[in-house]
Protein backbone atom coordinates (compact mmCIF):
# COMPACT_ATOMS: atom_id res chain seq x y z
CA UNK A 1 0.00 0.00 0.00
CA UNK A 2 1.31 3.27 -1.17
CA UNK A 3 1.60 6.13 2.14
CA UNK A 4 -0.30 8.65 0.12
CA UNK A 5 -2.92 7.87 -2.89
CA UNK A 6 -4.63 10.16 -5.29
CA UNK A 7 -6.24 9.40 -8.42
CA UNK A 8 -4.27 10.80 -10.85
CA UNK A 9 -6.67 11.87 -13.07
CA UNK A 10 -7.20 13.67 -15.34
CA UNK A 11 -10.23 15.20 -13.68
CA UNK A 12 -12.11 17.37 -15.79
CA UNK A 13 -14.18 19.81 -15.01
CA UNK A 14 -15.68 23.25 -16.76
CA UNK A 15 -15.19 26.67 -15.50
CA UNK A 16 -17.30 27.75 -12.77
CA UNK A 17 -17.50 24.27 -11.36
CA UNK A 18 -16.84 22.51 -8.25
CA UNK A 19 -13.52 20.33 -8.43
CA UNK A 20 -13.03 17.98 -6.04
CA UNK A 21 -9.50 16.45 -5.03
CA UNK A 22 -8.65 13.54 -3.19
CA UNK A 23 -5.78 11.95 -1.08
CA UNK A 24 -5.68 9.19 1.09
CA UNK A 25 -2.81 8.29 3.74
CA UNK A 26 -1.52 5.15 5.75
CA UNK A 27 -0.08 6.53 8.70
CA UNK A 28 -2.69 7.28 11.75
CA UNK A 29 0.50 8.95 13.27
CA UNK A 30 0.56 11.51 10.22
CA UNK A 31 0.09 15.16 11.82
CA UNK A 32 0.29 17.67 8.91
CA UNK A 33 -1.39 17.66 5.57
CA UNK A 34 -0.42 20.31 2.39
CA UNK A 35 -2.06 20.28 -0.82
CA UNK A 36 0.41 21.75 -3.69
CA UNK A 37 -0.23 23.00 -6.97
CA UNK A 38 2.45 22.29 -9.88
CA UNK A 39 2.27 23.55 -13.26
CA UNK A 40 4.04 21.66 -16.08
CA UNK A 41 8.03 21.94 -15.73
CA UNK A 42 7.51 24.42 -12.52
CA UNK A 43 8.17 23.66 -8.76
CA UNK A 44 5.50 22.51 -6.62
CA UNK A 45 3.58 25.75 -5.28
CA UNK A 46 1.79 25.19 -1.11
CA UNK A 47 -1.99 25.51 -1.72
CA UNK A 48 -3.30 24.73 1.83
CA UNK A 49 -1.54 22.93 4.95
CA UNK A 50 -4.19 21.58 7.59
CA UNK A 51 -3.77 20.00 10.90
CA UNK A 52 -6.89 19.60 12.57
CA UNK A 53 -10.31 18.05 11.20
CA UNK A 54 -12.57 19.54 10.08
CA UNK A 55 -12.47 22.24 7.17
CA UNK A 56 -10.30 25.19 6.35
CA UNK A 57 -10.82 27.72 3.48
CA UNK A 58 -8.70 30.48 2.25
CA UNK A 59 -10.22 32.33 -0.77
CA UNK A 60 -11.58 29.88 -3.37
CA UNK A 61 -10.19 27.18 -1.67
CA UNK A 62 -11.19 24.76 0.95
CA UNK A 63 -9.37 21.68 2.28
CA UNK A 64 -10.86 19.22 4.46
CA UNK A 65 -9.01 16.81 7.03
CA UNK A 66 -11.18 13.18 8.03
CA UNK A 67 -7.80 11.67 10.46
CA UNK A 68 -10.17 8.80 11.59
CA UNK A 69 -11.24 8.15 7.92
CA UNK A 70 -7.63 8.93 7.01
CA UNK A 71 -8.35 11.00 4.12
CA UNK A 72 -7.91 14.81 2.94
CA UNK A 73 -9.94 16.62 0.24
CA UNK A 74 -9.09 19.56 -1.63
CA UNK A 75 -12.39 21.94 -3.06
CA UNK A 76 -11.61 24.48 -5.97
CA UNK A 77 -15.17 26.97 -5.62
CA UNK A 78 -15.73 28.68 -9.37
CA UNK A 79 -12.83 26.80 -11.43
CA UNK A 80 -10.52 28.73 -13.80
CA UNK A 81 -8.62 27.66 -16.26
CA UNK A 82 -5.78 28.87 -14.60
CA UNK A 83 -6.43 26.22 -12.29
CA UNK A 84 -5.47 23.64 -14.66
CA UNK A 85 -2.23 22.09 -12.86
CA UNK A 86 -1.32 19.16 -10.96
CA UNK A 87 -2.20 18.83 -7.88
CA UNK A 88 0.07 17.12 -5.14
CA UNK A 89 -1.43 15.59 -1.52
CA UNK A 90 1.87 16.07 0.92
CA UNK A 91 1.82 14.55 4.10
CA UNK A 92 4.03 14.60 7.27
CA UNK A 93 4.46 11.96 9.90
CA UNK A 94 6.06 11.83 13.02
CA UNK A 95 8.98 14.61 14.45
CA UNK A 96 11.27 14.07 11.12
CA UNK A 97 10.98 16.60 8.89
CA UNK A 98 10.00 14.86 5.71
CA UNK A 99 6.97 15.85 3.33
CA UNK A 100 5.97 12.04 1.80
CA UNK A 101 3.78 13.37 -1.69
CA UNK A 102 1.63 11.47 -3.44
CA UNK A 103 1.21 11.21 -7.30
CA UNK A 104 -0.97 13.97 -7.83
CA UNK A 105 -3.93 14.74 -9.89
CA UNK A 106 -3.78 16.24 -12.84
CA UNK A 107 -6.99 18.84 -13.32
CA UNK A 108 -8.07 20.06 -16.22
CA UNK A 109 -10.72 23.43 -16.09
CA UNK A 110 -12.29 23.48 -19.28
CA UNK A 111 -13.97 26.61 -21.30
CA UNK B 1 12.42 37.73 1.48
CA UNK B 2 10.14 34.85 1.08
CA UNK B 3 12.64 32.58 -2.11
CA UNK B 4 14.24 29.55 -2.51
CA UNK B 5 16.85 30.64 -5.31
CA UNK B 6 18.13 27.81 -7.23
CA UNK B 7 21.25 28.04 -9.91
CA UNK B 8 21.84 27.18 -12.42
CA UNK B 9 18.36 26.18 -13.95
CA UNK B 10 19.52 24.01 -16.61
CA UNK B 11 22.16 21.80 -16.20
CA UNK B 12 23.69 19.28 -19.16
CA UNK B 13 26.72 17.41 -18.03
CA UNK B 14 28.60 14.89 -19.50
CA UNK B 15 29.06 11.16 -17.18
CA UNK B 16 32.72 11.91 -16.51
CA UNK B 17 31.89 15.53 -14.95
CA UNK B 18 31.77 16.94 -11.46
CA UNK B 19 28.94 19.85 -11.23
CA UNK B 20 27.11 21.01 -8.17
CA UNK B 21 23.99 22.39 -7.55
CA UNK B 22 23.29 25.74 -5.20
CA UNK B 23 20.13 26.51 -3.33
CA UNK B 24 20.21 29.40 -1.34
CA UNK B 25 17.09 30.68 1.18
CA UNK B 26 17.59 33.88 3.82
CA UNK B 27 14.18 33.22 5.03
CA UNK B 28 15.30 31.45 8.49
CA UNK B 29 14.24 28.17 8.16
CA UNK B 30 16.47 25.44 9.81
CA UNK B 31 15.58 22.53 7.73
CA UNK B 32 16.81 22.23 4.10
CA UNK B 33 15.80 19.48 1.42
CA UNK B 34 16.49 17.91 -1.96
CA UNK B 35 14.29 16.39 -3.93
CA UNK B 36 14.32 14.32 -7.40
CA UNK B 37 11.45 15.01 -9.47
CA UNK B 38 11.40 12.57 -12.52
CA UNK B 39 8.47 13.73 -15.28
CA UNK B 40 4.86 13.01 -14.43
CA UNK B 41 6.22 11.55 -11.17
CA UNK B 42 6.07 13.46 -8.09
CA UNK B 43 8.87 14.55 -5.87
CA UNK B 44 11.08 11.91 -4.42
CA UNK B 45 13.15 12.88 -1.08
CA UNK B 46 16.71 12.66 -1.33
CA UNK B 47 18.28 14.20 1.47
CA UNK B 48 17.50 16.27 4.67
CA UNK B 49 19.42 18.96 6.45
CA UNK B 50 18.11 20.27 10.23
CA UNK B 51 19.89 22.88 11.86
CA UNK B 52 22.95 22.31 9.27
CA UNK B 53 23.26 18.60 10.15
CA UNK B 54 22.19 15.46 8.24
CA UNK B 55 19.42 14.13 9.68
CA UNK B 56 17.79 12.29 6.54
CA UNK B 57 19.22 10.25 3.31
CA UNK B 58 16.66 8.12 1.42
CA UNK B 59 19.50 5.40 0.80
CA UNK B 60 20.77 8.23 -2.22
CA UNK B 61 23.50 6.33 -4.44
CA UNK B 62 27.13 8.00 -3.43
CA UNK B 63 27.86 9.91 -6.75
CA UNK B 64 25.08 12.58 -5.11
CA UNK B 65 26.86 14.31 -1.98
CA UNK B 66 25.05 16.95 -0.31
CA UNK B 67 26.70 19.57 1.65
CA UNK B 68 25.02 22.54 4.26
CA UNK B 69 27.83 24.87 4.61
CA UNK B 70 25.80 27.49 6.69
CA UNK B 71 21.99 27.41 7.68
CA UNK B 72 21.70 29.66 4.48
CA UNK B 73 22.97 27.52 2.17
CA UNK B 74 22.62 23.90 0.76
CA UNK B 75 24.45 22.03 -2.11
CA UNK B 76 24.20 19.04 -4.03
CA UNK B 77 27.51 18.26 -5.43
CA UNK B 78 27.29 15.86 -8.49
CA UNK B 79 29.86 12.89 -9.90
CA UNK B 80 29.50 10.24 -12.50
CA UNK B 81 26.21 10.65 -12.94
CA UNK B 82 24.27 8.20 -15.24
CA UNK B 83 21.28 9.11 -17.72
CA UNK B 84 18.74 7.97 -15.78
CA UNK B 85 19.44 10.60 -13.34
CA UNK B 86 18.14 13.05 -15.43
CA UNK B 87 15.65 14.46 -13.63
CA UNK B 88 14.38 18.14 -12.10
CA UNK B 89 16.41 18.39 -8.80
CA UNK B 90 14.04 21.13 -6.13
CA UNK B 91 15.47 22.20 -3.30
CA UNK B 92 13.03 23.13 -0.13
CA UNK B 93 13.19 24.66 3.14
CA UNK B 94 11.29 24.94 6.06
CA UNK B 95 10.44 26.18 9.58
CA UNK B 96 11.44 23.36 12.76
CA UNK B 97 9.35 22.63 14.07
CA UNK B 98 6.88 22.67 11.29
CA UNK B 99 4.47 25.92 11.90
CA UNK B 100 2.09 25.29 9.16
CA UNK B 101 3.84 26.71 6.43
CA UNK B 102 5.10 23.39 4.64
CA UNK B 103 7.96 23.56 2.41
CA UNK B 104 9.20 26.27 0.19
CA UNK B 105 10.56 25.11 -2.82
CA UNK B 106 13.05 26.67 -5.22
CA UNK B 107 12.16 26.77 -8.95
CA UNK B 108 14.49 23.73 -9.58
CA UNK B 109 17.58 22.72 -11.55
CA UNK B 110 16.59 20.66 -14.86
CA UNK B 111 19.51 18.40 -15.00
CA UNK B 112 20.28 16.22 -18.23
CA UNK B 113 22.91 13.35 -18.53
CA UNK B 114 24.75 12.95 -21.82
Known amino acids: QKEVEQNSGPLSVPEGAIASLNCTYSDRGSQSFFWYRQYSGKSPELIMSIYSNGDKEDGRFTAQLNKASQYVSLLIRDSQPSDSATYLC???????????FGTGTRLQVTL | DTEVTQTPKHLVMGMTNKKSLKCEQH?????MYWYKQKAKKPPELMFV???????INESVPSRFSPECPNSSLLNLHLHALQPEDSALYLC?????????????FGSGTRLTVV
Open chain 2, 27 to 31: MGHRA
Open chain 2, 49 to 55: YSYEKLS
Open chain 1, 90 to 100: AVRTGTASKLT
Open chain 2, 92 to 104: ASSQVPDRGDGYT
